[in-house]
């Protein structure tokens, strides 16, 4: 029987915390709802007590969202959960999320605390968001970094105060995929009660390595996996949802799923992409323009031949229109021939020879050749042919 991997969005959090993405509530509410019909489990809809406007949108997509978990993110600070309590009160289905800091150094740096207090402040923290809702997750900020007896004593300690999911993050995208793996089947293997509750993943991408580290934690007990549109967030950025669902379904298939719709993921990409105002990078796995593009005349002759050659996963599937054959100066005689035959332009042997002659010189001043340049070389050397 395969085991679901829950996906917990949190673009409209840590996603939003990118310079120059702030979103208002009515861009928020648009996007939730497009989230919730992705296939989205857990949408982390902001940090409510954080400003008016977040209290706002946190608000709003509880009353709107009616499938999905909406969850509001807290500090261990009683005002905090109070606050998004209140935000979360006309939620189907509402979750707190709460935590504080397990490493030596932001116990040590940042609360100028003790391992005990921390643990004290967890546990304070997990007990009094229980007391508003039954679904409550319990962050260990800085999981990567922290000690694995002591991160699984915390972590122990905040399961029997009511914590229904633990988030071991990898706050600075420090971990090596191996080590974080590890440090997953540790925290399954000697968390008491740890069958109370979801291990989940929450990786950042300043090493690069955040879908990796997340794969590793799904492989080693991890059932939830906290994740972005386009892989947005702090800094390098967090895990992106697009790589995850289609990593599950591609290679781990025989023993996961999620329920993402991904044929939605490249409108959701560019609907997030334009409501940010931050571009996707070209050649970003599953969302970028060039995902499916192919400028490299030997990739192009087997992908016109079979896309299988250099294609795992069909554009279709995650809402591209199709493969796309580029034509520059690396492409060759078989990508020339297949766009000009979309253009109209069928051409023999002879007359692909002398056509690729003219567009090799062409496309070394140029540096891609679109239809109407290839319209323009063809009818110039082919004047009798009808396009």
Do not use: W
Not at 129 to 139: G, L, Q
Not at 143 to 167: H, M, Q
Not at 294 to 320: F, M, W
Not at 375 to 386: C, E, N, R, S, Y
């Amino acid at each position: 029987m395969k085991d679901k991997i829950q996906i917990f969005d949190t673009t409209l959090r840590d996603g939003e915390q990118v310079p120059g993405c702030k979103l208002n509530a009515s861009q928020k509410l648009i996007i939730a709802k497009e989230l919730e019909n992705l296939g989205v489990d857990i949408i982390e809809a902001g940090f409510p007590v954080s400003s008016p406007g977040d209290f706002e949108s946190v608000e709003l997509i509880s009353k709107n969202i009616k499938e999905t978990i909406v969850c509001g993110l807290t500090r261990s600070v009683e005002k905090d959960i109070r606050v998004a309590a209140e935000a979360l009160k006309h939620a189907v289905r509402p979750r707190i999320h709460t935590g504080i800091g397990t490493s030596e150094t932001h116990i040590k740096y940042k609360f100028n605390s003790t391992r005990e207090g921390v643990l004290e402040r967890a546990v304070n923290a997990v007990k009094y968001a229980k007391s508003f809702v039954h679904d409550v997750e319990f962050y260990a900020e800085d999981a990567g970094r922290t000690d694995n007896e002591f991160l699984a004593k915390v972590c122990s300690a905040v399961v029997a105060a009511g914590a229904t999911v633990l988030n071991i993050p990898d706050t600075t995208g420090y971990c090596l995929p191996h080590e974080y793996g590890e440090k997953i089947k540790y925290l399954y293997e000697n968390v008491e009660g740890i069958h109370k509750a979801v291990l989940s993943t929450h990786c950042h991408n300043d090493l690069g390595l955040a879908t990796a580290n997340s794969m590793a934690g799904i492989l080693n007990g991890a059932r939830q996996v906290e994740v972005t549109i386009n892989g947005i967030g702090e800094r390098a950025g967090n895990t992106a949802l697009e790589e995850v669902a289609m990593i599950v379904q591609h290679r781990m298939g025989d023993r996961f799923y999620t329920d993402i719709q991904s044929k939605e993921l490249n409108r959701l990409s560019k609907l997030v992409s334009e409501s940010m105002s931050m571009p996707v990078q070209a050649n970003k796995a599953i969302v970028g323009v060039n995902a499916f593009a192919h400028s490299s005349g030997i990739h192009q002759d087997g992908v016109i031949k079979n896309t299988l050659t250099y294609e795992i996963i069909d554009p279709a599937s995650v809402g591209a229109e199709k493969s796309l054959i580029l034509l520059t100066a690396r492409s060759g005689r078989a990508a020339l021939a297949f766009r000009a035959k979309e253009v109209g332009y069928n051409l023999y042997k002879d007359q692909l020879d002398i056509a690729y002659e003219k567009f090799i010189d062409l496309a070394d001043r140029k540096k891609e050749i679109n239809d109407e340049d290839l319209g323009t070389l063809l009818k110039g050397l082919f004047p009798a042919m009808i396009a």
